[in-house]
């Protein structure tokens, strides 16, 4: 974040605990006194909490647990991804506001969050329930140089990186249902929705959006997904900062996507498959045809689903929509 604000930030950031002096301040950041006190005021309105102390300067004594785009921007340590981002206390779906701004011409790596979607959505028209302030309701616009028959691999490259954010950074160890499912214990941590915008040799954009559900407790479902659904709070007993987790989930997703650009999808193949929910195991299977079951054995070097039928046939799946 290359902001004034942003500077100061950081600056106050890295000394922790102690002060940073006024003339500190305005002398590295080039702006007058009076000016760093009122930057400071903005901060405390975007919920810091800053000790000014004479004779000493200023320290934040804690962060906010707000999301904005500030509070998002601050610290995070990514190049391309973020670096423009739009925060909105309530939209209809986030999905859709990626759209507009794409085919208005946004930049590759800008990212859409809101606190509530009243729309939120999901594959096949099916409805994302996206609670106020509880979970990371967020689409990333993506300019990718590939062709667009690898765009599926989007999908799956998300998935690894929410599994591996929610190993690491929340303690917990998901699996992956293929395509788009991220799952604990059989229930529905977060979802992925993948929509692409492309001519028949070329990907104008693709709008990853991501569903993850935080802090909700069970009540917060509506019945008819309480059983199928959980959050991170659910499974860990503890709340999560929201800021703290996106900046994680991008920093984390952009390493990743670089990995893909440089590397091709074998890395994220093998990491996928570390992750694969029931895997090795028979599972009922329907696709548009017919209803079989089928072993899953992992996934194909183009992100395809790899199925064992009775037979002991190799199938590949594309698109099916698998019921297990
Ligand atoms: C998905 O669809 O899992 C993709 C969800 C993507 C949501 C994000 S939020 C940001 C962006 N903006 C949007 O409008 N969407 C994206 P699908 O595999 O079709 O799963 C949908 C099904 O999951 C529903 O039919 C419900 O059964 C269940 N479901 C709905 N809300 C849920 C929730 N919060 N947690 C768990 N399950 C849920």
Request: aromatic share 8%; glycine share 8%.
């Amino acid at each position: 974040m290359e902001s004034t604000r942003g500077k100061l930030i950081e600056l106050l950031a890295k000394e922790e605990d102690n002060f940073v002096s006024g003339q500190k301040l305005s002398e590295q950041l080039d702006i007058s006194r009076p000016a760093v006190w009122k930057h400071m005021k903005e901060l405390e309105k975007d919920g810091y909490v800053i000790e000014a102390a004479p004779r000493k300067g200023y320290r934040i004594v804690s962060y906010p647990d707000k999301v904005s785009m500030n509070t998002v921007q601050w610290g995070l340590s990514t190049s391309w991804l973020g670096q423009r981002l739009i925060h909105k206390a309530s939209v209809t779906s986030t999905q859709l506001i990626a759209h507009q701004e794409a085919q208005a011409g946004a930049e590759h790596g800008t990212v859409i969050i809101a606190d509530e979607q009243t729309k939120g959505r999901g594959r096949l028209n099916r409805s994302w329930h996206s609670y106020k302030g509880e979970g990371i309701w967020m689409s990333i616009i993506l300019r990718p140089t590939f062709e667009p028959h690898r765009s599926p691999q989007i999908t799956l490259l998300a998935a690894t990186v929410l599994a591996e954010v929610f190993k690491t950074y929340v303690g917990i160890k998901p699996q992956i249902k293929w395509p788009n499912d991220l799952l604990t214990n059989g229930k529905k941590l977060a979802g992925i929705l993948t929509e692409l915008q492309a001519e028949e040799d070329r990907v104008n954009y693709i709008v990853l959006g991501m569903g993850i559900n935080v802090n909700q407790p069970s009540s917060s479902f509506p019945e008819d997904i309480q059983r199928k659904a959980s959050s991170l709070k659910i499974e860990t007993g503890e709340s999560l900062e929201l800021t703290g987790l996106i900046k994680e989930i991008l920093q984390t997703f952009e390493k990743r996507y670089n990995e893909f650009n440089e590397e091709g999808f074998r890395p994220i193949k093998l990491r996928w498959e570390a992750f694969g929910y029931r895997l090795g195991e028979m599972v009922p299977i329907q696709t548009y045809q017919k209803e079989w079951n089928g072993r899953i054995m992992g996934i194909e070097d183009d992100g395809a689903l790899r199925v064992l039928d009775d037979k002991g046939q190799e199938q590949k799946l594309y698109s099916a929509e698998i019921q297990w």
